[in-house]
């Protein structure tokens, strides 16, 4: 009943900049936390950022942090994730998750809902 639909990848310089966006289904967005979450070839599935309900609390990777923004619009039902200042290290599959509360840490097993992902490609 809730499907999140992620868009906004695609290919970047380093240091060029990127807004992910993700739009949900359904009239209960603005009760659930949202998380970002990224995944690498060969590598594990890692958190990026989460922002509470309200939108009033946000955490993020240490990775990102100062670089990366979360935000959400909630009557428009969407969540977004401003990327700034980008990196090679940040090539990866991008996806939103929800769930039903804010956590300050978070593994992708904390998370009931998700997107198909969206690919960002960081070139040199």
């Known amino acids: 009943q809730v499907q999140l639909v992620e868009s906004g990848g695609g290919l970047v310089q380093a240091g060029g900049s990127l807004r992910l966006s993700c739009a949900a289904s359904g009239r209960t967005f603005s009760s659930y936390a949202m998380g970002w979450f990224r995944q690498a070839p060969g590598k594990e599935r890692e958190f990026v950022a989460a922002?509470?309900?309200?939108?009033?609390?946000?955490g993020y990777a240490d990775s990102v942090k100062g670089r990366f923004t979360i935000s959400r619009d909630n009557p428009e039902n969407t969540a977004y994730l401003q990327m700034n200042s980008l990196k090679l290290e940040d090539t990866a599959v991008y996806y939103c998750?929800?769930?039903?509360?804010?956590?300050?840490?978070?593994?992708?097993?904390?998370?009931?809902?998700w997107g198909q992902g969206t690919q960002v490609a960081v070139s040199s």
């Open positions: 922002i509470s309900a309200s939108g009033s609390i946000t």
């Open positions: 998750a929800a769930r039903r509360n804010y956590v300050h840490r978070s593994t992708p097993s904390d998370y009931d809902y």
